[in-house]
């Protein structure tokens, strides 16, 4: 574990709450304004949500998971119980709301909106991320080698055309492979896929736990002071003096605080009085540390909904979405299912030493982060719902975060990512 200081260390100018990739852009961006910075989490060294994704920098992804018609999809997938969505039935009741929202954000108009403030963020992306990942000693393990969506039938990738001539005006960049060129680019893929959509501006790096730990070291040596607990909520009486309550009974105070606490932000924001719809939306993975084929960038399947990631520990097969809240343990045929699909798309990979992964994604119902302060008490400030997004938009998170800390006019307009999207 990191250094430990205590909740008496004299009042930071800003104290982050949570050590995920996002906390930890944030740290980082403010302690490079010149700010003091506090740093708390629960288990610096337990895993998280930021330790185990796919690696993906999805620039590309700038239309929200809720599009036009996902519902009817989604209730097929639902009848398949290793498909690429469940439900856990008990779960329906509290994420209602949720779910109704989500399907409010698939019509045509608010599709649209969400689509822009999507590519806003991710435009921006490399801006933010290159000087992060230089100052972190991360440049050796950033592979910029764009990435493959494939399809297996004519019929999906029609279905799709639109939505990608939509990302060509959202400024995506990309080409349409034919099945040669497919296998071209990658020849261990099993020879099933008529349809390739290259996509240059994506990217990956070579092991997300590993950059985790690079920015936590980081931000240790620029300063950062560390507290392992748990913040039960946070105390607003004093608007210029805000305070986190500790479950050992201390108390944190600070000039200014960052909620970054992942799928479990809901609860803070209202003990500030802020309501959001949060949940989680669980994935699940495989890496295989020795798969015994080759490939060069991440690959899409695009109708099973899951990818393939060449890191530097492995290749990582994972996707898949599961609505089952934040307390029920894994449900690891998931990942197997996927590895077996895997092994289907990528014929003779090797499983020997295959390490099984879940992880809670910070699921809004409209795709979009929370990012900017709150309404109610202003010295708080929100950075967390990032959902498949949150590697990628880190350090973009982390930028707009310092823009709030100095009272600068934030690079990106913070309106559509703003809490109050969510009042009643
Ligand atoms: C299978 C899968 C694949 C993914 N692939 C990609 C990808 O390729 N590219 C991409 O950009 N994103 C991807 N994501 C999404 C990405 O991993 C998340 O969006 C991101 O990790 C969220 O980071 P975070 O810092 O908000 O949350 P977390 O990493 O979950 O960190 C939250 C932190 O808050 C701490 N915490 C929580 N509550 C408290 C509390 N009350 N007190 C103190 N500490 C607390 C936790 O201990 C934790 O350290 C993927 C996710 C999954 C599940």
Redesign the pocket.
């Known amino acids: 574990m990191a250094n430990q200081t205590t909740s008496s260390a004299s009042t930071s100018d800003v104290l982050v ?9 944030c740290a980082w961006s403010a302690l490079k304004e010149g700010l003091t910075v506090t740093i ?5 060294d ?1 895993d ?11 620039v590309t992804e700038s239309t929200p998971i809720s599009v036009p018609g996902f519902f009817f999809k989604a209730a097929k997938w639902l009848f398949d119980p290793l498909g690429p969505l469940a439900l856990d039935w008990k779960h329906v009741p509290s994420a209602l709301p949720w779910f109704l929202e989500f399907q409010r954000a698939s019509s045509p108009a608010r599709f649209k909106q969400i689509s822009l403030a999507l590519a806003a963020l991710n435009n921006r992306v490399y801006d933010d991320l290159i000087p992060l990942f230089e100052d972190v000693g991360a440049m050796s393990t950033f592979y910029r080698r764009g990435a493959l969506t494939l399809y297996e039938t004519d019929e999906a990738f029609q279905a799709d055309a639109q939505e990608w001539e939509f990302k060509k005006q959202l400024g995506v960049r990309w080409r349409a492979l034919n099945q040669k060129e497919v296998q071209e680019f990658e020849p261990a893929l099993a020879p099933v896929f008529k349809h390739g959509v290259f996509l240059d501006d994506w990217s ?1 790096i070579g092991n ?1 736990k590993q950059l ?1 730990s690079q920015i936590r070291a980081r931000i240790k040596a620029l300063g950062a002071g560390f507290v392992e ?4 909520r946070l105390d607003v009486t004093k608007q210029d003096a805000p305070i ?1 309550v ?2 050992t009974g201390a108390s944190i105070a600070a000039r200014q605080i960052v909620v ?6 809901a ?2 924001a209202e003990s500030v009085g802020d309501r959001v719809l949060l949940d989680s ?5 495989t890496t295989l540390p020795q798969p015994g084929i080759v490939l060069s960038r ?1 690959v899409i399947f695009a109708e099973r909904k899951f ?1 393939a ?1 060449p890191l530097d520990i492995g290749i990582r097969i ?3 979405a599961e609505f089952a809240g934040l307390k029920a343990g894994p449900n690891y045929k998931r990942s197997e299912a996927l590895l077996t699909l895997g092994k289907r798309f990528l014929p003779g990979i090797q499983d020997q030493g295959a390490v099984q ?6 699921a809004t119902p409209d795709s979009l982060p929370v990012i900017g302060r709150s309404p109610l008490a202003p010295s708080v400030i929100y ?12 350090a973009t998170t982390g930028a707009l975060v310092a823009d709030l800390l100095v009272n600068r006019t934030p690079r990106t307009p913070l309106d559509e990512y703003s809490i109050e999207r969510f009042r009643k």
């Open positions: 709450i949570g050590a995920g990739v996002i906390g930890l852009a708390v989490d629960r288990d610096f337990g998280r949500t930021s330790h185990g994704n796919a690696g993906g920098i999805a990956h997300p985790v607990d748990v913040v039960t986190a500790l479950q970054a606490t992942g799928a479990w932000s609860s803070l939306e669980r994935g699940y993975n991440e990818v990631t994972g996707g898949a992964w879940m992880g809670h994604r910070p950075a967390f719902g990032h959902g498949h997004l949150g590697l990628t938009q880190s």
